[in-house]
Every structure is written in C-alpha cells, then in structure tokens.
C-alpha cells in the first residue's frame, strides 16, 4: 500500500515537470493556434543553460534558475520572430512545420557544441528526506512542487491581473477583435512565447537534476509528452493543460510499478489515442460538440503545379536506368538506391499528406512494419524475399489503415499529432514484443536481395531493383491519381463536409489512400531490410517521419515526380558531399524553414 | 413505398416536428414542412430563426433530437450526408463550398459521386479493393461510364452558357464568387437530384448577377425539379416559390402561398419588430459568430 502511495507522489512530481512544459503549450496555443513543436528543444536548452550556470560557472542554484528562464525566455522571443510572425498570412500548418524545423536546428546545434553525450547534472541541494505515509520526499522533490504551484499562481495572478494578461486572453479569444481594440497582438505573442519558453527551460533544467542527466537529443520527447498532456487538458485551456500533466504523471507512473519502464511511453501515448478518438476537446468539455476545428487547412497553395513534359520524364527515367553502366563507384549507387528506398516513403506519404490533406507526421512507422513484416517472415519462416517483399506490402496497408483508422474522424492538427502518437506506439510495440521482435536487441541476419534464386549482390543489380519498383510503383499512383479516386481524393482534402454532400465516405477514400501508400511504404522498409541486413525498433524513427514530410513539401504536396526528386534531394546529396553527412539533421530544418517561408509550393507545386 | 399524400399532393419529402437544441437554447423547435414533386418550397425567417440549423438537420450534417424526416416515404432521420446523397438529395452551401483546387470540370464529375456504379460501396474492405482496382485496370466498362459522364457534365456546364464552359480546366478558386456558385449548382445539377436544396443561393451577389440566378432556378423548376430553398432575398422568394414557410425564434409562425405571407402582420413583426411596420426593408447579412477559444486560467 505504502509502495502505491510512493508511485502516486512519484506520479505527480513528473506530472509537475509536464504541467511546466504543457502550460506553455496552452498558453502559445491559446493566442496564435500554434502547436510549438520547438518547446522540447527549448526544454533541452534550458537544460544545458542550466548545467553550463550550476558546473562550468559554478553559480548557486537560484542564479542558475533565472538565468535558465532568463536565457529560454528570449529563445522564445527568437522562435516567435521566426516561426510565427513571417508566417501570419499561410496556412495554420505552416508555423507548425516552421517550428518542427526550429527544433531539428536546435537540437542539432546542441549536439555540435556539446557532443552527443549525456552529461550529469549535479544537483546543489541540500541532501535531506523525509517520509510522509510511507512515500519519501527529498528537498528536490519539493522544490518541483514549489516551483510548479508558484509558477501557476503567477501565472494565474498574471492573466487575472495585469494588463498584458488581459491582453493575452483578449488576443485567445478573438485575435482580430483585439487587434482593432488597440492591443498589439505581435507583442502578445511575444510575451507568451517569453513565457511559455521560460517555463519550458526551467522544466529542462528540473527534469536534468531530477534524473541527473542531460543529452541534446531529450527534447523531442519532451514536446511529445507536453502535446499529450495538452491535448488531454484541451488545446489552449490552460488549467487543463495542468490536470492533464498531472493525469499523465499518475497514468505513467503507475503504469511503470505495473509493468516496468519501457512500457511508460507507450502509456503516454496510448493515453493519447484515446483522449483523440473519444474526448477530442479534452478532459473538461462535453463530448457531442465536434471540436472547433481551430486547425484545419491543408498546407496548399494556390499555385499551380509545374508540368513535366513526357518526354522529359521518360528520359529521366532512361537516365536514371542507365546511370550504373556509366558510373563505376559503387558508394554512388547505393547511396542513390538509399534515395530510391526513401522515395518509395516520400511517395506514400505525399499521397497521404498531399492528395488527401492527412499531414501524416508518423509515416515512418509504415517503413518500420514492412521492415519488421518482410525481416521475421525471411528469418522465422525462410521465405524468399520474393515473396516476403510484397507480402511485406500487403501486410504494412493492411495494419497501417487499421492504426490509423481511428483517426480519421479527426482534422487537421488532430491528424498529425493522431498519427504521431502511432508512429510512436508502432516503435514501442516492436521495443516491448520480445516474443515475436526480439525487443530493443533488433533482427539480425536478414537475408540480402534476391529473385526467384537470383541472389542480386551487385550494387548495380540492388540499385536496378529498387529503381524498377519505385518507377512501377510511381506509375501506378500516377494512375490513380488521374482516375476518379485522384478527384475524390482531392475533394475530401478540399473540403470533407462538400464532399459528403455528393456522396463520397470520407473513412472509405481515406482507408484507400492509406492502404496504397501503405503498400508502397511496406515495400520500400521490406527492400530496406534486406538491404541493411540489420534492423531495430530505431531504423525508422520519428526523425524519418518528419524528413519525409520535408522531402514532400521541397518536391510538391502530392506531386510524384516530386517526392521521387525530394527524396533523392535529401537522402543522397548529404551523402554526396560527405562534409554535409554530418550536419544532416541542421540542413533538413533548415530547408524546412526556408521551403515554408519562401516556397510553400515547393519545387513542382502542389497537384 | 408508400407515397404520401396530402391535399392531392404527391409529397416527396416531409419533415414532421424536428427539434434541436443546444445547451438549454432550442435552435429548431417542432418545424414541420413537406415539399411535394416539383414544388418549390422556401423557407425564409430573421437572422437567427434557425433556418440554419433547420437545413443542416435536412441534409444530415445534424441530427435532430427530435422528430421525423422523411425522403419519398423513407424515414431518412439521421441520416449521414452521403447517404442522403445517394437517394438524391443534393444541395448547395451558403457560402459556396467548391473544391478550390480542382478544375471545373472535376468539380461538376465529383457530383455524379454517388451515382456511379465503379464507385459503389460494395462489401465492406472488398468493395474499397475492388474499387482500387477498378481505378487502376480501367475496364472498358468503366471507362465507357466516365466518358458518358464527362459528355453529361459538359452538357451541364453549357447550361451556364459562356460562363464556366471556357474555364473548365482552370481550377475553382480562380473563377469569381458568382461563379463559383454557378459551379455548385452544376456539382448538384451533376448528382441528378430528386431534390435540389439551395442554401441562400444568391447571397453575396449584386443585382444582376441575382437575376441571372433567378433565370436558372426558375429554368430548373420549369424542368420540374423539386426544390427547397433557404433565402433572404424576399423578391427572389416571391417570384420562385409554390409555398413558403417563415421561422422565428425556432418556430414556424406562419406558412402559406407567397403572397399570403407577405401581408402576414406576424411575419412583417418578425422581420421588422413594432416600429417600422409596412416597409421592406432590405435584411442584413448573416454574422458569422466564432465560437471563442477557451483561455481561463
């Protein structure tokens, strides 16, 4: 009894550090309607502003403390300036995809200036306990409390209060409304960026003395957690944000006394599934109401697309073809059939995001169930890969469309955290299903390439492979594309509730989408496994998903010469030049941030 | 089925004593209404009378909470859009919802959705499959069904005369608002409606582009298309309808032919309150009320 006593105090200091983080996300969501996907990577900075304050400086806590909100809070200022301002007149998706760009230079820069490594964070308190009803409390433990119950009386007096407050919920409930009453909702913005921000550092910084460690790579988790914590409480509701940080600290720790900590993530976002799919609007507003639909709009221009002349194509397909008789160096060719893997993603996902609006930000978890599919069938059972590659295929539209077929009752933003949160489930279900993926040790030994008896060792014949099934594959989806599917598709991204007025199911065109670029997805991991002859619950993580989204968005929202030529763009040329390999992560945002600043249509425009 | 009738009326569609409330306000308070075969029916009321909320409970983007609709003797209550769509049910949007990136063209084909037969729900899973491959092989069959559907579509937009036939390849958001609206009625025209359900047809557009719309829902009531139309504009209402309907607060305060309600005293109160009795006065436009974000802390 004593033990449960201890996992729920354990529950709510967690749930303290996520209110910190969560309540910034309100209150940024509250005034510009914006998911910060950048608050991890502040949370990760704080951290390190923190660890630099309290050991290389050697400054008492306190000073560390403000210096860490000090610090982040102008981050904020920064983030606001570059991911929200300049980008008032796009789409809603747009400042989201900025931020995400924003923490993919964040976290990059961290890793370069203070290496990949976690670091300990000593923390300086003094060393007391003590012990109410069985649970043990240090001074830690009670500094989170207070700094969390502070932190939202100050907010609270803030809101109710002041000036700026006022303004600050003048500008949540109606942005235009307060504008023409004088307020200057630029510098509202402005200040609660500052104050989500710095509240997120502090949060890094607690978390960093909590757990005694700090690494460059802890941000993106953070955003994770703080989105679910959000989206329980409500999107933009601030005290929600906190009784749902608390709910997840609870659900999470007893979780982890249940079953053991690898299971806690899967926790977190299980518990996001369903607060998605059955309370939408969060915790506190009644059920029937559909959401607001605060964030629909797909990331579409009115530009129109770029034509590529047949010929044109045909002889960039002959080229390409032909590349292996004129080039020797077999680096080139597989860093190019790399590109080709990733086009087969980029193809599935621009079908998925582009033709039919559902901006998937967990598509490499399709590559991770054909990988997985075409791996066990190969290694268990010994089948050719043959017939494990399409079977892969069949296997990866038929799991993909039943993963995410919950969520698509869902629009806009709802889509992409929706589907974020099953990416993620996928890696946890393979990292916690010993019995049939081997957990965290990975499958090794994977059968390579090979037809029919044909084994194809060449890099010439591996790269003629996965060329001839992404051309055929990319026909394929021109093809319907150009059907009645193509318009139905693309009415249901224009507008769903027309749609359903001429008799079009959403559920059924949606199903259909995914299940094609499941296939094509499915195909593209299962030829990656056998390729890489070594895979893990990793190979294709979150990251990947979101260099998809970017290699979709550079080629031409569901453009499919587009997706090829973005792949290609993003996989092969960092390789290419070998000094860039290694800044990949900072070019990737980079292009993001540029491509939806300065050329949302991308390369071929959106078809 | 069974075909109702009323008065020697061959009622097509027919809606008993729906209700709907929100949070303690009741939007639609027991509305009764019936459309007969090749009748046009308006529904006309304040700002605020629900007709809204009325024809969203029509064309199944609402459930009402209480009361029956019925469509050619079927009870349709709750019915979601798409079906509604396939027994023919086809309407317009107030603000003209066109699919902004597709052509014309595509537009006016989206329409025919429900009708065609490569395109038929089929079994659960295997019919989407089978759709798929259907999309994909092209048999002759369906490709002799596309292209009848595109001569027939092509048919529709000569209807407009000069106005969409030399843009059907330019996509939807490039053609001006009046326009646009045309190409709605050309989706539903598309759908082969049993009943075309026109939602404030003409709101946004100046007074020739109005008449223009006259001509045409007057030209498709001449081919005997059913109609049920929501509209502001009285001397649009006047001129179109067999019946009309007046709402106010929820509630139908009067019914009867176009000139009846007119002199109706209960119906010019209720557009014009006590003090200007008599005048016809032009109405405002709808507000569009957002519903406010939730920032408290």
């Known amino acids: 009894m004593t033990a449960w006593f201890d996992y729920t105090v354990n529950g709510l200091i967690v749930g303290n550090i996520y209110a910190l983080l969560a309540v910034g996300l309100a209150l940024i969501f509250g005034v510009s309607h914006l998911i910060n996907f950048a608050h991890g990577s502040v949370y990760m900075v704080g951290g390190f502003i923190g660890w630099l304050c309290l050991t290389r400086l050697g400054l008492p806590l306190p000073v560390a403390l403000l210096a860490t909100v000090g610090g982040c809070a102008l981050l904020g200022v920064l983030i606001e300036r570059i991911g929200l301002r300049p980008l008032q007149g796009a789409a809603r998706i747009a ?268 598509h490499a978890a399709l590559l991770l169930i054909g990988a997985y599919a075409s791996a066990l069938l190969s290694v268990d059972i010994g089948w050719s890969p043959a017939v494990t590659i399409p079977l892969a295929g069949l296997i990866t539209a038929l799991l993909g469309t039943l993963l995410v077929y919950p969520a698509f009752r869902l629009r806009g933003h709802y889509v992409s955290i929706a589907t974020l949160g099953i990416g993620e489930i996928v890696g946890l279900v393979i990292l916690n299903w010993d019995g049939l993926t081997r957990g965290p040790v990975g499958i090794t030994g994977i059968a390579p390439l090979a037809l029919f008896g044909w084994p194809l060792s060449s890099a010439r014949a591996v790269y003629w492979f996965t060329l001839a099934v992404l051309v055929v594959l990319a026909l394929l989806q021109v093809r319907l ?127 | 089925m069974n075909h109702p009738e009323v008065g020697g009326k061959d009622i097509l569609f027919d809606v008993r004593r729906v209700t709907r409330r929100f949070d303690g306000l009741t939007a639609v308070d027991g509305v009764s209404l019936s459309v007969a075969r090749g009748e046009c029916v308006s529904v006309i009321g304040p700002n605020g009378a629900g007709k809204s909320t009325l024809f969203n409970l029509l064309t199944g983007i609402d459930v009402p909470d209480d009361g029956i609709v019925r469509f050619d003797g079927e009870d349709v209550t709750g019915f979601s859009p798409e079906r509604l769509a396939a027994r023919g049910v086809a309407r317009t949007f107030q603000h003209g919802r066109v699919f902004g990136n597709l052509s014309v063209l595509d537009n006016v084909l989206l329409g025919a959705h429900a009708r065609l037969a490569f395109a038929r729900p089929g079994w659960p899973v295997v019919g989407a499959v089978a759709e798929t491959l259907r999309a994909l092989f092209a048999p002759p069959a369906v490709r002799r069904e596309e292209a009848a559907l595109r001569a027939e579509a092509l048919q529709i937009i000569a209807r407009f005369g000069m106005r969409l036939a030399p843009r059907i390849d ?113 109405l405002e436009p709808q507000v569009v009320v957002r519903s406010p974000e939730r920032l408290t802390p």
Request: aromatic fraction near 8%; charged fraction near 15%.
């Open chain 1, 95 to 362: 400042p989201l995809l900025a931020t995400i760009g924003i923490s993919f230079v964040l976290d990059q820069l961290a890793q370069i200036v203070f290496g990949p490594d976690p670091r300990p964070v000593p923390s300086t308190l003094p060393e007391w306990t003590f012990t109410i009803g069985g649970a043990t409390l240090g001074s830690l433990d009670v500094l989170i409390a207070a700094i969390g119950i502070g932190a939202a009386g100050v907010l609270y007096v803030f809101l109710r209060f002041t000036r700026l407050g006022w303004a600050v919920r003048a500008t949540a409930q109606d942005r235009d409304a307060a504008q023409q009453m004088g307020v200057n909702v630029n510098a509202v913005n402005q200040a609660v960026f500052a104050i989500a921000c710095g509240l997120g550092g502090l949060s890094g910084l607690l978390v960093g003395m909590y757990y005694n460690s700090i690494d460059p790579a802890m941000g993106f988790e953070a955003t994770l957690k703080g989105v679910v914590a959000l989206l329980i409480g409500g999107l933009g509701n601030v005290p929600g944000a906190i009784a749902g940080s608390l709910l997840l600290g609870l659900v999470e720790s007893y979780g982890v006394a249940l079953f053991g900590t690898s299971y806690r993530d899967l926790f977190a976002f299980v518990l996001l599934l369903v607060f998605l799919v059955w309370r939408p609007n969060g915790l506190f507003s009644s059920n029937r109401r559909l959401p607001p639909e605060p964030l629909t709009g797909t990331f579409l221009s009115n530009r129109r697309a770029v034509r590529i002349p047949q010929p044109v194509l045909i002889v960039a397909i002959v080229a390409a073809f032909a590349l292996p008789l004129l080039v020797s160096s077999p680096y080139l060719l597989q860093i190019l059939t790399n590109g080709w893997i990733y086009g087969l993603l980029a193809l599935s996902l621009t079908l998925v995001a582009g033709t039919v609006g559902q901006i998937s930000l967990g």
């Open chain 1, 481 to 607: 594309l150009r059907s009645h599917l193509g318009r139905t598709w693309r009415a249901i991204r224009e507008d769903d509730v027309a749609a359903r007025a001429y008799g079009v199911r959403p559920n059924r065109y949606k199903a259909m989408a995914f299940a094609c670029g499941g296939l094509g997805a499915g195909i593209g991991g299962a030829i990656a496994a056998h390729l890489y002859s070594y895979i893990n619950y990793q190979t294709f993580d979150s990251q990947v998903s979101i260099l998809a989204l970017t290699m979709v968005i550079l080629g031409g929202l569901g453009s499919v010469a587009g997706a090829v030529v973005g792949a290609v763009a993003l996989i092969s040329l960092p390789e290419m030049f070998r000094f860039a390999a290694e800044y990949r992560m900072l070019i990737y945002g980079v292009v993001l941030l540029l491509l939806v600043r300065f050329r949302p249509q991308g390369l071929f425009g959106t078809a």
């Open chain 2, 170 to 282: 330019e996509p939807a958001h490039s053609l001006s608002y009046a326009n646009r609206r045309r190409v709605e009625i050309a989706r539903a025209l598309a759908l082969r409606p049993r009943i075309l359900v026109l939602d404030e047809p003409t709101a946004g557009m100046n007074e020739s582009e109005t008449a223009e719309m006259l001509e045409l829902i007057l030209e498709l009531k001449r081919d005997g298309l059913t109609l049920l139309l929501i509209e502001h504009k009285l001397e649009l209402v006047m001129k179109l309808s067999d019946h009309v309907i007046v709402l106010d607060d929820g509630r139908k305060i009067a019914e009867g032919l176009p000139d009846e309600v007119r002199h109706d005293p209960a119906v010019i109160e209720a557009y014009l309150g006590h003090r200007q009795v008599g005048a016809q006065a032009p």
